[in-house]
Every structure is written in structure tokens, then in C-alpha cells.
Nanobody, 124 residues
Framework: QVQLVESGGGLVQAGGSLRLSCAAS????????MGWLRQAPGKEREVVAA????????YYAQTVKGRFTISRDYVKKMVYLQMNSLNADDTAVYYC?????????????????WGQGTQVTVSS
């Protein structure tokens, strides 16, 4: 079973930045792609960014394009989400997720493994 552990969430003022990290362990060889998803209160969980383990393919939701950057360190089995110019709409629980399918999956159902989530709160 793949284990995913997120870190880096917290409280930040609007316009600020945060960097989320995700450490993957155990059977990571089954993973072809990683993603960051978020879920705000009363809303569906959505993919905000995804990346193939090769790093050659990325996906960004329109709402974060140009502000968020996903990256990965294949050797360290780490995935990162750099979030800049944060606003109140970015407040959510952010989840790291892994997928067996290749590419940069953009739908929640495409992910097979999940972290426990980390809270990001943006104050206006």
C-alpha cells in the first residue's frame, strides 16, 4: 500500500505564499502520476494540479494556473505544490494523491491513493 504524507499547510494572508510537500513511501513503483486536490467546505474535491512521475506532463486547474506550480523529486519520492498569490477562495483541505494511470490525471476518480490532507487557510 502506498503511503502519502502531506505537510506545509497553515494560515497565510491573502497575497501570500505557501509550499506544500508530500512524501510518498511503500510500493511507490506502482505510481505513474501524482496530484494535489483540494476540498473546501460544502464543495466537491477537485484536482488543482497533477504531474506525471516522469515530470513530462502537468495539469493545472484554470483557477490556479499561473499561481500554483507542481513539481516532484523522483529520487526522494517527494511532490510539491508551490502556491503564490493566495486568496480566500484557495482556503481548503489539500490532499496529495497518487495514481496508477499515466499522464497527469485531472479527475478525482482517477486517483488510487490518498494522504490525510492538510489545511490551508487564507485570511483576507
Amino acid at each position: 500500500q502506498v503511503q502519502l504524507v502531506e505537510s506545509g499547510g497553515g494560515l497565510v494572508q491573502a497575497g501570500g505564499s505557501l509550499r506544500l510537500s508530500c512524501a510518498a513511501s511503500d510500493r511507490t513503483s506502482v505510481l505513474s502520476a501524482m496530484g494535489w486536490l483540494r476540498q473546501a467546505p460544502g464543495k466537491e474535491r477537485e484536482v488543482v494540479a497533477a504531474i506525471s512521475w516522469s515530470g513530462g506532463t502537468t495539469y493545472y486547474a484554470q483557477t490556479v494556473k499561473g499561481r500554483f506550480t507542481i513539481s516532484r523529486d523522483y529520487v526522494k519520492k517527494m511532490v510539491y505544490l508551490q502556491m503564490n498569490s493566495l486568496n480566500a477562495d484557495d482556503t481548503a483541505v489539500y490532499y496529495c494523491a497518487g495514481a496508477r494511470r499515466p499522464g497527469a490525471p485531472r479527475f478525482r476518480v482517477e486517483y488510487d491513493y490518498w494522504g490525510q490532507g492538510t489545511q490551508v487557510t487564507v485570511s483576507s
